[in-house]
């Protein structure tokens, strides 16, 4: 008897904790499923996204070994040609930036990046689409700042806010870029006068492949990605991203990130928690 009652009592004070335990591998198997789905999901949409642009491409060319003799007809399918291949570049680029974030070991590879130069690529990147429609670009706000992340990352969330404001503005508009350092974080805000997001569509924006009625800008050649990275980064840099819209107004995306402290400025407070 004396020799069993250990067993016993140990059994007693283990069965909830093991119950717990179970819990906890039960969840850890849901969320694992979930994973899962959304990757198998994931899969399933960029195979078929990069089905179409491959697919027009094939048409466009079919056409233009048939129209050889018409001079004007190859020149306009050629030119649809480049549209969809540009789209087929911009899909492969941001299925990597996604993947990349999916892999990064952010603590790993947190460093300082500075706004300043960010923001400056980002705006030159979109400097000739921007010119093409009279859109005037501008930069305002704090200089000097930094955060602490992925700089490939970080530059990749800015740029396609900018893009984005610029892809979905009328012509002879503005789109400003405002940075603004505040005690633990940065905030890089990209106001637009364009097009605008309706209320009911604001919350689905960020989901992968997600386009407000494609219709509207089949010209601007989307893929629905670039928002769902904006997230991505906010996410995985513990920071944020917020919008703001009003519909044939425009709109006004902020990104929230954790400020960079540099060592050599004794400003602690500074700091973001990791
Ligand atoms: P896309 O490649 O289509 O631009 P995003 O994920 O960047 O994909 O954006 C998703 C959708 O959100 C866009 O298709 C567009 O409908 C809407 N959107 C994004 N940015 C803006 C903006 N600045 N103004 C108006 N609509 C926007």
Do not use: C
């Amino acid at each position: 008897e004396r020799e069993l009652a250990p067993p016993i009592m140990v059994n007693a004070r283990v069965a909830p904790l093991g119950s717990r335990l179970v819990l906890a591998l039960l969840e850890d198997r849901t969320r694992e499923r979930r994973v899962e789905a959304v990757r198998r999901d994931f899969v399933a949409n960029v195979s078929h996204e990069l089905k179409t642009p491959v697919g027009a491409i094939k048409i466009l060319a079919e056409a233009v070994e048939d129209a050889s003799d018409d001079p004007e007809a190859v020149r306009r399918f050629a030119s649809r040609m480049r549209v969809e291949s540009d789209r087929l570049a911009s899909l492969v680029q941001q299925v990597i930036e996604l993947s990349r974030l999916q892999a990064v070991d952010l603590v790993e590879t947190r460093s300082e990046v500075r706004i300043d130069q960010v923001v400056a690529e980002a705006v030159d990147t979109s400097a000739l689409d921007a010119a093409s429609k009279g859109i005037s670009l501008v930069v305002r706000g704090d200089t000097g700042l930094s955060v602490s992340g992925d700089p490939k990352l970080v530059a990749a969330a800015v740029s396609n806010l900018v893009s984005n404001a610029v892809a979905y503005s009328g012509e002879r508009t503005s789109v400003v870029v405002e940075t603004k350092g505040l005690e633990r974080t940065v905030e890089i805000s990209v106001v637009d006068q364009g097009i605008g997001i309706p209320t009911d569509e604001i919350d689905r924006i960020f989901e992968r492949f997600y386009r407000v009625d494609p219709a509207r800008h089949r010209s601007t050649g989307g893929t629905g990605l670039g928002l769902s990275i904006v997230k991505h980064v906010a996410a995985t840099h513990g920071g944020d991203v917020r919008v703001w819209s009003v519909q044939g107004q425009g709109s006004t995306f902020t990104l929230v990130l954790p400020r960079h402290v540099n060592a050599d400025s004794g400003i602690i407070t500074a700091e973001a928690p990791t």
